[in-house]
């Protein structure tokens, strides 16, 4: 870059990350030599494998008993991470689920609920989940007895039923007050199970719940099954979990929770997905239910109330959000806390307090206290760490001096982009038109009456003085406005007003004039993103990845890195890289990568060389007009006039939302009214 | 007693909790209006100050019911409580948004809403660990006048109490409509960044607005403990939530519709309780909650003070 004056975000570019050497980095020097994916393998073996041992080494039910628990936990931190740390979505009412999955397993598995004796229970009688019992005097009852492992997935299914009947109208809403929304359902189940004593037993709770069962042995009280099933269920779901997290649905999620609404316009269909964040969540948390109360034989509905909802939070956030080891970790820390170090603790400062003839020391119960802990490590890990101790997102190594290099160069782009679906230009109706377009906000129409023919495979640009509606016109063409009057036909077809992922499907890509990007992902992943419309992966496909999902996977990928070829080494070498380490002109670069991903017929393009000094803005100028060549239409929002000059087959003006001129460049800038749109009066009369 | 007399006996109850509502729902609607943020913070400087309360009258030789004031001594006793504690409530406020929230200020998302969750826990937990988790008999100085409305009962403990809200309340209309810091105020709730260019502190506004919400949770405190003669640490929740639905549904950021949504959760509550059953007013006033914010974020009177994109 020698020749090119840098700009600031250039320099920025340049700076490499160093990491300080620590005694601890050095310390572990020699581990770096083990390949990344063996030294995964040898620390989750090992992992595993002291967990099987645990309670043959420990040998004192106590501590099984509290590890046990602390299973239960993990796995609702599980839970809780999908819908919070992935898809971003702040749920303060998570023990709602939770209480859903205990009481289904608890009513159905417990003599709570005796409904007399019909014909209708035979076939339950005879899979053996109810009996007829006979009381003396009094007609015959049934009594349940469900099995648990029946009811594990079963409570999952309905809590996740659950979680879809209340997310479906409230997802909508934003972060804080989908929160507080949240938060309220979870104060109403507790009082609803309390309310409902015939089905519940109310405050009382439930007793007597049946323990499970498995070859002939039951579980009873003894703590060791249980611990051993409530290890398998955390390897299932930290299984389920990173499967997810590493797919199309893990990567949708993320996107909403970075921004939500370019998530909407690079196809992701935004309630559907957190709908189903929502409702595994749920599902994780109802599962979590049956095993935690068949362990207990009783449930009270003071075992689901807010605290509980606050304590899997605090594990989250301790953990760290979005990250998968972290939120297992934190679980086991807090747990740990309460079960031995606080009462150890507690018993030393009554010690103390005999010692100093303290009143107040001897009768101190610091278990009661884990909850100002819990405070103090919300309010800590905000505001110094974020990231929790585990982080979701780890920082890349600095590029080297020669994958930085990237000088100016012209004459377009050099990949051929073959996936892309050609468009004949013969077809008989244009790629774009709008008739009569009108938005009004409050008093202001913002766009009005716009009628615009783009042909396909050319490349169109809007202009117009700043406010005089261009970006509304995109919003509207793309599905985040709605327009107040006339329609949109993209190839003949009326896609007014549909939702901003089907527009995406349709064919129609955008990008943002505020950048939009998915910050906290890395430059592939953002692509990918983009990819969505595209691709069929669904949650069950994600897990289990057959080997069409594995192909489609491969494809996409494949796809992304030959679309980052685009712009030759400026974004290919920062595959690994988070967006938000990019430059400003890089990040520009992204979002038309992003947008191209989704193999687009018409590309929008929101001021794309704001912010890129004269030589970047020639190079981009040259790639997008090789994107005309390769069967993409364009229509193009730019101030710089001389791209305009450059690349546009035909220049629209827009001024306070009116379409007030059409033409070539040339026309458009010797016409009257443009000229007195952008210089005034005086300047049109050529005074 | 007629049905008449019972509606007319639950109108007095439902005011006086919704004059507590009013004052403690104006702290939400507030900090919400300035910078966005729900703070669960609130729900236990409201606990605080109700137990900050407590001990100024206690260090004035009243403990429980028994003595009674009467004249001077029974409006200084109280003026002094009411001052001290809202002076000390929003010396708290303060502290809380300087400390934990300022740095906060600028990351996006839902960060600071769960450090205010934080915050309130350790109000919570030093409260239970310092005072301990037995209910406190409250001081209450207020002779046992009353009259007669029908039959209903009107007791001056209500009046003093409707009278201590509609003042506050009437002092802040003034301060945001007529002061200088006012203007200032819903200045910077309207555009932080305008506000700062033409000169406004904005800093400092806000940690006016945290003073003066906690100032009003704190008087709400106080007029807990002297309506139901006990106070604990377990009263921020429910209270505060109940409060934070009264913000919501008079429209979050909306002064008016806050102290409005008040009197109606107060009315419901009483209402509700009598009509309906007891155990089942907190369902209906967390559904309010729930149908509010999904059909009419707005608010019922549909003139939220502010929409920011």
Redesign the interface.
């Given at each position: 870059m020698a020749d090119v004056s840098p700009s600031p975000a250039a320099e920025t570019e340049t700076i490499p990350i160093t990491q300080p050497r620590s005694f601890w980095s050095a310390l572990a020097a020699p581990v770096r030599w083990i390949p990344e994916v063996t030294r995964k393998r040898v620390g989750l073996a090992l992992v595993f494998g002291g967990a099987l041992l645990f309670p043959i080494i420990v040998r004192n039910g106590g501590d099984v008993d509290a590890a046990a628990n602390a299973c239960a936990f993990a796995i609702l931190a599980l839970g809780l991470n999908i819908v919070v740390g992935f898809a971003g979505l702040l749920d303060l009412g998570y023990a709602a689920f939770f209480a859903i999955g205990a009481y289904v397993y608890g009513i159905l598995a417990s003599g709570q609920v005796t409904p007399p004796w019909n014909d209708a229970w035979q076939a339950l009688q005879w899979l053996g989940l109810v009996s007829r019992y006979h009381i003396e005097g009094a007609p015959d009852v049934v009594q349940l007895h469900f099995s648990f492992w029946l009811m594990l997935p079963g409570a999952a299914v309905v809590a996740a039923l659950f979680g879809i009947l209340f997310g479906a109208p409230t997802l909508r809403l934003k972060g804080d007050y989908l929160a507080i929304v949240t938060l309220g359902f979870g104060e109403i189940v507790p009082i609803v199970v309390r309310n409902t004593p015939k089905l519940t037993n109310g405050a009382m709770g439930l007793n007597g719940v049946n323990s499970p069962q498995a070859f002939g042995y039951r579980f009873g009280v003894n703590s060791t099954p249980y611990y051993y099933l409530g290890v398998f269920m955390i390897a299932l779901l930290i299984f389920i979990s990173y499967r997810l997290k590493d797919s199309r649905i893990g990567r949708a999620w993320m996107a909403i929770r970075e921004d939500e609404i370019a998530a909407g316009a690079m196809g992701v269909n935004r309630s559907r997905l957190k709908l189903l964040a929502f409702a595994i969540g749920a599902a994780f948390a109802g599962a979590t239910g049956t095993f935690y109360i068949a362990k207990l034989t009783t449930a009270t509905p003071d075992m689901f109330q807010f605290p509980v909802s606050v304590m899997v939070l605090v594990m989250v956030v301790l953990g760290g959000m979005g990250s998968v080891p972290g939120v297992v970790l934190g679980a086991l820390i807090l747990q740990l806390l309460q079960s031995w170090f606080l009462q150890d603790l507690t018993q030393w400062t009554h010690a103390l307090g005999r010692l100093v003839h303290s009143e107040w020391l001897q009768q101190l119960e610091l278990v009661q206290g884990i909850e100002l802990i819990f405070g103090i490590i919300l309010v800590m890990m905000m505001l110094y760490r974020r990231g929790g101790l585990i982080p979701a997102t780890r920082r890349t190594a600095a590029l080297s001096m020669t994958e930085q290099a990237a000088a100016p160069s012209r004459g377009g782009i050099g990949v051929s982009l073959s996936r892309l679906e050609k468009v004949e230009a013969s077809q008989g109706s244009p790629m774009l038109e709008t008739v009569g377009l009108t938005k009004r906000f409050g008093g202001i129409s913002a766009v009005r009456d716009v009628n615009l023919i783009i042909p396909s495979h050319t490349v169109v640009g809007l202009i117009g003085p700043n406010g005089s509606g261009k970006t509304t016109f995109f919003n509207i063409v793309t599905g985040l406005d709605t327009p107040d009057g006339g329609r949109v036909l993209f190839l003949g077809e009326d896609v007014t007003g549909l939702p901003a992922h089907t527009i995406v499907e349709k064919g129609i890509a955008r990008t943002f004039q505020t950048l939009r990007l998915f910050n906290n992902m890395t430059v592939l992943e953002n692509v990918l993103v983009g990819m969505h419309a595209r691709t069929r992966t669904n949650a069950v496909g994600a897990v289990f990845r057959p080997p069409s999902t594995r192909a489609e996977e491969r494809e996409s990928r494949e796809w992304a890195i030959e679309v980052l070829h685009i712009f030759g080494n400026r974004l290919a070498p920062r595959v690994n890289h988070l967006a938000s380490s990019l430059s400003y002109a890089n990040r520009r670069r992204l979002e038309i990568a992003r947008a191209i991903a989704s193999r687009p017929k018409l590309l929008l393009l929101d001021e794309p060389t704001a912010g890129m000094n004269p030589a970047e803005t020639l190079e981009l100028a040259d790639q997008i007009r090789s994107l005309r060549t390769i069967g993409i239409t364009v229509l193009l929002i730019e101030h710089k006039m001389n791209v305009v000059n450059e690349i546009s087959d035909k220049v629209a003006v827009l001024d306070y939302g009116e379409k007030i001129a059409e033409g070539t460049a040339q026309e458009v800038q010797r016409n009257d009214d443009v000229i007195r749109a952008y210089l005034g009066r005086t300047a049109a009369a050529g005074v | 007693m007629t049905l008449r007399d019972i509606l007319v006996q639950q109108i007095i109850n439902g005011l006086s909790l919704g004059a507590m509502y009013s004052l403690l729902a104006l702290g939400f609607t507030m900090v919400y209006g300035i910078i966005?943020?729900?703070n669960f913070a609130h729900f236990n400087v409201f606990m605080v100050g109700s137990f900050i309360a407590m001990w100024v009258l206690q260090s004035l030789g009243l403990v429980g019911q028994s003595r009674v004031l009467l004249g001077l001594p029974l409006v200084g006793a109280l003026s002094l409580a009411l001052a001290s504690t809202m002076l000390l409530s929003g010396g708290i406020g303060v502290l809380i948004e300087r400390t934990?929230l300022r740095?906060?200020r600028n990351?996006p998302?839902?960060?600071?809403?769960?450090?205010t969750?934080?915050?309130?826990?350790?109000l919570?937990?030093?409260i239970?660990?310092t005072v301990g988790?037995a209910s406190q008999n409250y001081p209450n100085p207020m002779p046992r006048i009353s009259w007669d409305l029908g039959g209903a009962v009107l007791r001056l403990r209500e009046v003093l109490l409707w009278s201590v809200s509609l003042v506050l309340m009437g002092l802040l209309q003034v301060f945001v409509r007529r002061t200088k810091m006012g203007k200032a105020m819903r200045a910077t709730a309207q555009d932080q960044e305008a506000a700062r260019m033409m000169g406004v502190e904005v800093d400092q506004i806000i940690m006016l607005t945290f003073f003066i919400g906690s100032a009003l949770a704190g008087a709400a405190g106080l007029i807990f403990g002297l309506y139901y003669n006990f106070t604990s640490f377990i009263i921020g929740?429910t209270a505060g939530?109940r409060a934070?639905t009264a913000a919501?549904l008079g429209g979050i950021g909306n002064i008016m519709g806050a102290m409005l949504g008040g009197v109606i959760i107060g009315l419901i509550e009483s209402l509700g309780g009598q009509f309906l059953a007891v155990?089942?007013t907190?369902?209906i006033i967390?559904?309010i909650?729930?149908l509010v914010?999904?059909f009419r974020?707005t608010g019922i009177f549909g003139m939220s003070a502010h929409q920011k994109s």
């Amino acid at each position: 870059m020698a020749d090119v004056s840098p700009s600031p975000a250039a320099e920025t570019e340049t700076i490499p990350i160093t990491q300080p050497r620590s005694f601890w980095s050095a310390l572990a020097a020699p581990v770096r030599w083990i390949p990344e994916v063996t030294r995964k393998r040898v620390g989750l073996a090992l992992v595993f494998g002291g967990a099987l041992l645990f309670p043959i080494i420990v040998r004192n039910g106590g501590d099984v008993d509290a590890a046990a628990n602390a299973c239960a936990f993990a796995i609702l931190a599980l839970g809780l991470n999908i819908v919070v740390g992935f898809a971003g979505l702040l749920d303060l009412g998570y023990a709602a689920f939770f209480a859903i999955g205990a009481y289904v397993y608890g009513i159905l598995a417990s003599g709570q609920v005796t409904p007399p004796w019909n014909d209708a229970w035979q076939a339950l009688q005879w899979l053996g989940l109810v009996s007829r019992y006979h009381i003396e005097g009094a007609p015959d009852v049934v009594q349940l007895h469900f099995s648990f492992w029946l009811m594990l997935p079963g409570a999952a299914v309905v809590a996740a039923l659950f979680g879809i009947l209340f997310g479906a109208p409230t997802l909508r809403l934003k972060g804080d007050y989908l929160a507080i929304v949240t938060l309220g359902f979870g104060e109403i189940v507790p009082i609803v199970v309390r309310n409902t004593p015939k089905l519940t037993n109310g405050a009382m709770g439930l007793n007597g719940v049946n323990s499970p069962q498995a070859f002939g042995y039951r579980f009873g009280v003894n703590s060791t099954p249980y611990y051993y099933l409530g290890v398998f269920m955390i390897a299932l779901l930290i299984f389920i979990s990173y499967r997810l997290k590493d797919s199309r649905i893990g990567r949708a999620w993320m996107a909403i929770r970075e921004d939500e609404i370019a998530a909407g316009a690079m196809g992701v269909n935004r309630s559907r997905l957190k709908l189903l964040a929502f409702a595994i969540g749920a599902a994780f948390a109802g599962a979590t239910g049956t095993f935690y109360i068949a362990k207990l034989t009783t449930a009270t509905p003071d075992m689901f109330q807010f605290p509980v909802s606050v304590m899997v939070l605090v594990m989250v956030v301790l953990g760290g959000m979005g990250s998968v080891p972290g939120v297992v970790l934190g679980a086991l820390i807090l747990q740990l806390l309460q079960s031995w170090f606080l009462q150890d603790l507690t018993q030393w400062t009554h010690a103390l307090g005999r010692l100093v003839h303290s009143e107040w020391l001897q009768q101190l119960e610091l278990v009661q206290g884990i909850e100002l802990i819990f405070g103090i490590i919300l309010v800590m890990m905000m505001l110094y760490r974020r990231g929790g101790l585990i982080p979701a997102t780890r920082r890349t190594a600095a590029l080297s001096m020669t994958e930085q290099a990237a000088a100016p160069s012209r004459g377009g782009i050099g990949v051929s982009l073959s996936r892309l679906e050609k468009v004949e230009a013969s077809q008989g109706s244009p790629m774009l038109e709008t008739v009569g377009l009108t938005k009004r906000f409050g008093g202001i129409s913002a766009v009005r009456d716009v009628n615009l023919i783009i042909p396909s495979h050319t490349v169109v640009g809007l202009i117009g003085p700043n406010g005089s509606g261009k970006t509304t016109f995109f919003n509207i063409v793309t599905g985040l406005d709605t327009p107040d009057g006339g329609r949109v036909l993209f190839l003949g077809e009326d896609v007014t007003g549909l939702p901003a992922h089907t527009i995406v499907e349709k064919g129609i890509a955008r990008t943002f004039q505020t950048l939009r990007l998915f910050n906290n992902m890395t430059v592939l992943e953002n692509v990918l993103v983009g990819m969505h419309a595209r691709t069929r992966t669904n949650a069950v496909g994600a897990v289990f990845r057959p080997p069409s999902t594995r192909a489609e996977e491969r494809e996409s990928r494949e796809w992304a890195i030959e679309v980052l070829h685009i712009f030759g080494n400026r974004l290919a070498p920062r595959v690994n890289h988070l967006a938000s380490s990019l430059s400003y002109a890089n990040r520009r670069r992204l979002e038309i990568a992003r947008a191209i991903a989704s193999r687009p017929k018409l590309l929008l393009l929101d001021e794309p060389t704001a912010g890129m000094n004269p030589a970047e803005t020639l190079e981009l100028a040259d790639q997008i007009r090789s994107l005309r060549t390769i069967g993409i239409t364009v229509l193009l929002i730019e101030h710089k006039m001389n791209v305009v000059n450059e690349i546009s087959d035909k220049v629209a003006v827009l001024d306070y939302g009116e379409k007030i001129a059409e033409g070539t460049a040339q026309e458009v800038q010797r016409n009257d009214d443009v000229i007195r749109a952008y210089l005034g009066r005086t300047a049109a009369a050529g005074v | 007693m007629t049905l008449r007399d019972i509606l007319v006996q639950q109108i007095i109850n439902g005011l006086s909790l919704g004059a507590m509502y009013s004052l403690l729902a104006l702290g939400f609607t507030m900090v919400y209006g300035i910078i966005e943020l729900i703070n669960f913070a609130h729900f236990n400087v409201f606990m605080v100050g109700s137990f900050i309360a407590m001990w100024v009258l206690q260090s004035l030789g009243l403990v429980g019911q028994s003595r009674v004031l009467l004249g001077l001594p029974l409006v200084g006793a109280l003026s002094l409580a009411l001052a001290s504690t809202m002076l000390l409530s929003g010396g708290i406020g303060v502290l809380i948004e300087r400390t934990a929230l300022r740095p906060m200020r600028n990351v996006p998302g839902t960060a600071s809403m769960i450090t205010t969750i934080g915050v309130s826990y350790i109000l919570f937990n030093i409260i239970l660990l310092t005072v301990g988790a037995a209910s406190q008999n409250y001081p209450n100085p207020m002779p046992r006048i009353s009259w007669d409305l029908g039959g209903a009962v009107l007791r001056l403990r209500e009046v003093l109490l409707w009278s201590v809200s509609l003042v506050l309340m009437g002092l802040l209309q003034v301060f945001v409509r007529r002061t200088k810091m006012g203007k200032a105020m819903r200045a910077t709730a309207q555009d932080q960044e305008a506000a700062r260019m033409m000169g406004v502190e904005v800093d400092q506004i806000i940690m006016l607005t945290f003073f003066i919400g906690s100032a009003l949770a704190g008087a709400a405190g106080l007029i807990f403990g002297l309506y139901y003669n006990f106070t604990s640490f377990i009263i921020g929740y429910t209270a505060g939530l109940r409060a934070f639905t009264a913000a919501v549904l008079g429209g979050i950021g909306n002064i008016m519709g806050a102290m409005l949504g008040g009197v109606i959760i107060g009315l419901i509550e009483s209402l509700g309780g009598q009509f309906l059953a007891v155990r089942w007013t907190d369902v209906i006033i967390f559904s309010i909650l729930i149908l509010v914010l999904v059909f009419r974020p707005t608010g019922i009177f549909g003139m939220s003070a502010h929409q920011k994109s």
